[in-house]
């Protein structure tokens, strides 16, 4: 494969086609072709580059949700991370969670406000309302339940347990959420599994839909300028924060007839490299209040901490970034619960922005938006063929049930019935993937018998790629192979499988998605170089492709990253 073709042909039609390679319109393709459906997944970028890219690395029912009364999002966001640990084990861990409480009755109204709907922007919680929601929280996910309750403890111990806490904090709740450690490997695993399984369905990164005429949409390749049809029978719009952006260019051009169903807010992260906010953090995440109530998270993420989020309306997705005043906010958040911990600009090695696609609300907070998932239905009109159905919201911990749920609504129209589930289905280097250290520790010594590489190499191919470990192995096993001179944890051969079997066609697809490399705060000009090296070699790009595709990659690091 060459960055001049993908791994499969675009057909000229299909059954269905989902616009936007997210995590929900992965789920909605993946499932789909499960039950014989002829699907092709169309994605403007590279997949899960979006939002789905952007979240918070947290696999969550959502506490917060329970001030504004949505126990239904919240209780499905509980079974739905009971799942993800079950189906991908080596992507998604238990999160040990410290809730420092700094009020013991104050905040109590508020709070009361605006559970039963009478508004109001976030403000300071008291440990009485946090422990009727902790209880809440556990007596929704009793039936699914895979960790601990949730327990208080005191000011004493919780100075024992997090010296640099604020002193200012009273009490500490500690309870168990989840934690994604690849969330992008896991849409395109998600994907790589579905066109395995599903000879008839089709993924495709970077191809933009331009316009619809009839039964036709024109697509084009951002890659190569290529340029061709399809012909579906019904169109999932799963374009996220593009949305509205999208139904316009599906209404042929008619933008009294494309209703606005999605407002987006901002939120943007931080990666910070401090070993006395590392330590600080250990093996726990930090769920605080700013002073003015909103709720942030520090964990330790890669090798650095993650710390975030902002919650900012913004009108188009493509001018999102995070400013300068957010980075302020949230190192102002973290002073605020760890004061001692001198945490400077410099220290800053990653950022990260998405954009939330929430519905369309009149609400007086960004916090009151309902974070659940719904959808829309419009019908064909005089210059387009097909109807289209809109995924409006949902969180990422929802992705598989919001996929099935839309699926439902698309066999409905097909006519057609539902075949099987994928409730427990195993996703990509879930699959045959030991679920406790122990027995891993046992997997890794039997499969080594087989393999020549050492063993650090065959763990910390698994901590990256599951049970696909193996694969991996036998291919960086099977030539000559070396370290990466900028990036020494990685091999040449082992970047080399990515290039070849995942769908790669950019360096940011590397360097910010496939690998952890970006995250971790790793890029460099060398780095950049090697690996553009490597993929010319791979992809048979010419040095002018190569140079084109270094100035695409400088442009989203200084876009979306604040790397230059």
Not at 264 to 271: I, P, R
Not at 345 to 364: C, E, K, Y
Not at 388 to 415: M, N, P, Q, Y
Request: hydrophobic share 40%; aromatic share 8%.
């Amino acid at each position: 494969m060459t960055q001049n073709s993908q791994d499969k042909t675009i057909p000229k039609r299909a059954s269905v086609v989902v616009v936007g390679g997210g995590i929900n319109g992965i789920s909605v393709f993946r499932d789909l072709a499960l039950q014989g459906i002829d699907v092709v997944l169309l994605e403007q970028r590279d997949f899960c580059s979006g939002a789905s890219a952007a979240l918070s690395r947290m696999v969550h029912g959502g506490l917060r949700y329970l001030e504004n009364g949505e126990f239904r999002l919240v209780r499905q966001s509980l079974q739905e991370r009971d799942l993800l640990l079950r189906n991908a084990p080596h992507y998604v861990f238990p999160l040990p969670t410290l809730v420092p409480i700094f009020d013991v009755f104050n905040g109590s109204m508020a709070s009361l406000k605006r559970f039963i709907g009478l508004g109001g922007g976030p403000s300071r919680r008291s440990a009485m309302m946090i422990k009727i929601g902790l209880m809440l929280y556990d007596w929704l996910s009793r039936k699914s339940r895979t960790m601990p309750a949730h327990q208080f403890v005191s000011r004493k111990k919780l100075r024992a347990m997090t010296p640099d806490l604020s002193p200012d904090a009273k009490f500490g709740a500690i309870y168990y959420d989840a934690w994604v450690k690849y969330p992008e490997r896991l849409g395109v695993e998600m994907i790589l599994d579905t066109q395995e399984a599903c000879p008839n369905a089709s993924a495709h990164s970077y191809i933009a839909v331009e316009k619809v005429e009839g039964q036709n949409i024109h697509w084009r390749d951002r890659l190569t300028g290529a340029t061709g049809t399809i012909a579906p029978d019904l169109v999932v719009n799963a374009t996220g924060a593009w949305v509205d952006f999208t139904n316009l260019a599906l209404s042929g051009g008619q933008e009294n007839d494309t209703p606005r169903f999605v407002r987006g807010t901002k939120g943007s992260h931080l990666m910070i490299r401090n070993k006395q906010l590392a330590a600080a953090l250990d093996d726990q995440m930090v769920y605080y209040e700013n002073a003015d109530g909103r709720i942030c998270i520090a964990f330790n993420y890669l090798g650095v901490s993650l710390v975030g989020s902002t919650d900012i309306l913004i009108d188009d997705p493509e001018l999102a970034r995070c400013e300068q005043s957010e980075k302020d906010y949230m190192l102002d958040a973290l002073r605020f619960v760890f004061p001692e911990i001198e945490i400077r600009q410099d220290d800053i090695v990653h950022v990260f922005t998405g954009v939330r696609p929430l519905p369309v609300s009149d609400a007086d907070a960004t916090g009151r938006i309902s974070r659940d998932h719904s959808h829309r239905e419009q019908e064909p009109n005089d210059k387009r063929d097909f109807p289209v159905i809109s995924l409006i919201g949902g969180k990422w911990t929802t992705f598989r049930v919001f996929g099935e749920e839309i699926a439902d609504v698309v066999l409905k129209r097909l006519g057609r019935k539902r075949q099987c589930s994928t409730s427990h289905l195993r996703i990509g280097g879930g699959r045959d993937f030991p679920n406790s250290e122990s027995d891993l520790d046992d997997w890794v010594g039997a499969e080594l018998i087989d393999l020549t590489i050492d063993r650090p190499t065959l763990e910390r191919l698994a901590e990256r790629y599951g049970s696909r470990a193996i694969e991996i192995a036998r291919f960086c096993q099977s030539g000559p192979d070396a370290q990466l001179v900028a990036a020494s944890a990685y091999s040449r051969r082992e970047i080399e499988f990515l290039i070849r079997n995942e769908k790669v066609r950019s360096l940011s697809d590397i360097l910010l998605r496939r690998t952890g490399i970006g995250l971790e705060g790793g890029i460099t000009q060398p780095l950049i170089d090697e690996i553009g090296t490597l993929m010319s070699g791979v992809l048979g790009w010419t040095a002018s492709e190569l140079e084109h595709h270094k100035q695409l990659l400088g442009e989203e690091l200084g876009k979306k990253h604040s790397i230059v």
